[in-house]
């Protein structure tokens, strides 16, 4: 089986395990929010983030109010999600930098999303998939573990599996794709103890690779 075939295999096992692929993050549709609550969830489980993004969007909801906002207490709201010194200077500094160079709206494009503080690829690839449909391999560990095993990568980096997924998952597949891996991820295929006895890829000519 070619790696083009496993991909279209994959596509359509995880489509049929996870027919409503949702995104972990509970964003409400706001693009704001999508944004700052994927900065902070980098090295942090989403569920965290959604606990800890109650409080910190009633009290900066928008871009201008999270702009406006002063550090100690941005660090005071998200200091269970670690990391949050850091965390805390990039959402303040993305929201300052939306209101000064977008009018406080999230930019689609790849480079402008990256010119934001605490967006690398992953957290732009969210974005552009979730909001404006542009498609993108959200390469995170779950996506990294789950498609070298099944054999549709051979490199383990996140650029490498980004580029290399970009090209066997039809862009208008790709955001739900990566939604369901997480799923599948947390279900099946966790990076320690995968039920490989009871896995949905048996049935199809995958030879896993752990």
Known sequence: ?????????????????????????????????????????????????????????????????????EIEDLERIIHSVGLYRSKAKNIKGAAVRLCEAYGGEIPQEMKELLSLDGVGRKVANLVRGDLFGLGGIVADTHCIRISARLGLVNKTTPIEVERQLDKLIPKEEQSDFCHRMVLFGREYCSAKKPRCSVCPFNALDFKCIL
């Open 1 to 69: 089986m070619t790696k083009k075939q496993k991909a279209v295999n994959a596509v359509e096992v995880l489509k049929n395990l996870y027919p409503e692929a949702v995104c972990s993050l509970d964003h409400g549709n706001d693009p704001f929010r999508l944004l700052i609550m994927a900065i902070l969830s980098a090295q942090c489980t989403d569920a965290r983030v959604n606990i800890v993004s109650r409080e910190l969007f009633e009290a900066y909801p928008t871009a201008k109010s999270m702009a406006k906002a």
